[in-house]
């Protein structure tokens, strides 16, 4: 069972929390696409608990994460100069996105370990290029995105 503690102040001031789809997919709930998402709530203090709340109306459907990228981030030459790399990828679209939404893109850089992470975040949004600066020249740095 998922846990949304209340005595979590942005959980109780937003009144949600968030469930990943890791989490709706694996062992507990076995998920599976197009399956509802069906929530009922439990609420307890120190006296008790409640009964159970009925069930969520228009409750969601159960979303694929999207398919992975086929092709990697790419350096672009005309930015890159100096400690400045420039750095592109491909935008996931249509089909790959198996479903969902595209949210955001996350580009991550490893410049420690040969690409084996671990990786930092260098930016989060919908953007496929980023000019990255302050960079150590002459060290291999890898990258890898997210969507």
């Given at each position: 069972m998922t846990t949304c503690d209340g005595s979590?102040?942005?959980i109780l001031t937003s009144r949600q929390c968030v469930i990943p789809l890791t989490v709706l997919r694996g062992p507990l709930f076995s998920l599976e696409y197009g399956d509802y998402i069906i929530a009922k709530v439990l609420f307890e203090n120190e006296v008790g608990e409640?009964?159970?709340?009925?069930?969520?109306i228009n409750p969601p459907m159960m979303q694929e994460?999207?398919?992975a990228p086929l092709v990697g981030p790419a350096r672009i030459d005309a930015i890159?100069?100096?400690?400045t790399m420039g750095v592109m990828f491909n935008a996931v679209t249509g089909a790959d996105l198996r479903g969902g939404a595209l949210v955001s893109y996350?580009?991550?850089i490893d410049e420690t370990n040969a690409g084996a992470?671990?990786?930092?975040?260098v930016g989060t949004s919908l953007l496929t290029q980023y000019?990255?600066?302050s960079l150590t020249s002459g060290l291999p740095y890898y990258f890898r995105y997210r969507v």
């Open positions: 979590i102040t942005a409640s009964s159970l709340s009925i069930e969520n994460v999207p398919n890159t100069i100096g400690t996350s580009l991550e992470g671990p990786f930092d975040v000019t990255i600066p």
